[in-house]
């Protein structure tokens, strides 16, 4: 049975969000959000101790539990040495997890641009494309979601964003994708010529392989590859429950889940002259006018 004053502090709770906060995911009226008291493990618990099985893991974020105690021990001594510094400031914890992607990347990998969510990564993932080819135009696909930034909504292709999304980042090009339970081309999986990929192919060809910066997959490990013969850069994105391409870890210096962006290239990022300039686009060197574009 449940407590009266539980059911008033649970409705205190969702009130004073209706009221005072907006929501993401949703529309802004007439929602009933759960109110979620503590979590552990693959469990939510509301006020009246009911349990709920979190089965996306967060927003598949949280790939090791909730309420996991070696991250929380990791976060509060972190805490405890520094919570925060500036970009022209580095940490020990920085440098070693750097090193430790670098060491579990594919070969020629071997630097990381850590960023708040899935949106920046994509954002600085782009710019990182655009600045390394001297190209503009990015390849995406239609039944994919990338964040809620304005540049990472419009390489989205939910058509549910374009009341908030009319003014889209320029130069985004969407195309089908290799959907193989619900193929966009009418085929099987097992008679097929690989449709999906000769289509993309087909598009970078009409748009001009000379101005495609960048392909933006998500978990097609097997078509960025064949793409990559097109010779523009490919960035496969792979959500947090998936270590690959795009890896996922918890930063230790603030204790957010991080999506770490990394670029595959036709050569290593490295070969270009990185010191010439930062990933937000602001130069290092004030006498340098421009990248040298491999």
């Known amino acids: 049975m449940k407590n009266s004053d539980t059911i008033s502090r649970a409705a205190a709770i969702i009130q004073d969000n209706l009221d005072y906060t907006l929501f993401s995911w949703s529309k802004q009226k007439g929602i009933s959000p759960l109110a979620v008291k503590r979590a552990q493990g693959v469990y939510l618990y509301d006020h009246d101790d009911k349990r709920y099985i979190d089965f996306s893991s967060g927003l598949m974020n949280v790939n ?143 748009e001009g392989p000379e101005n495609v910066a960048a392909v933006l997959m998500e978990g097609q490990a097997d078509i960025a590859q064949e793409t990559q013969q097109l010779k523009v850069v490919v960035i496969p994105e792979i959500n947090a429950g998936s270590a690959s391409l795009i890896a996922s870890a918890i930063n230790p210096l603030v204790g957010l889940t991080t999506f770490l962006a990394q670029v595959i290239l036709r050569r290593p990022l490295i070969e270009a002259n990185t010191q010439e300039f930062q990933i937000d686009g602001t130069w290092l060197d004030p006498h340098v006018t421009k990248v040298e574009h491999k």
């Open 64 to 206: 090791i539990g909730h309420g996991n105690q070696r991250v929380t021990r990791a976060v509060v001594q972190q805490m405890e040495q520094v919570s925060y510094v500036t970009p022209g400031c580095v940490t020990e914890v920085r440098g070693e997890l750097g090193k430790k992607l670098a060491s579990v990347s594919p070969k020629g990998l071997n630097k990381t641009f850590f960023t708040v969510c899935g949106a920046t990564a994509i954002e600085n993932a782009i710019k990182l494309a655009r600045l390394y080819t001297g190209r503009h135009k990015i390849i995406a696909r239609y039944r994919a979601f990338h964040g809620a930034s304005y540049g990472a909504m419009t390489a989205g292709g939910d058509p549910r964003k374009l009341q908030s999304d009319s003014q889209q980042m320029p130069n985004v090009i969407h195309v089908e994708d290799p959907y193989c339970y619900r193929c966009p081309f009418g085929k099987e999986v097992d008679s097929c010529s690989r449709e999906c990929v000769s289509h993309i192919e087909r598009v970078i060809q009409f």
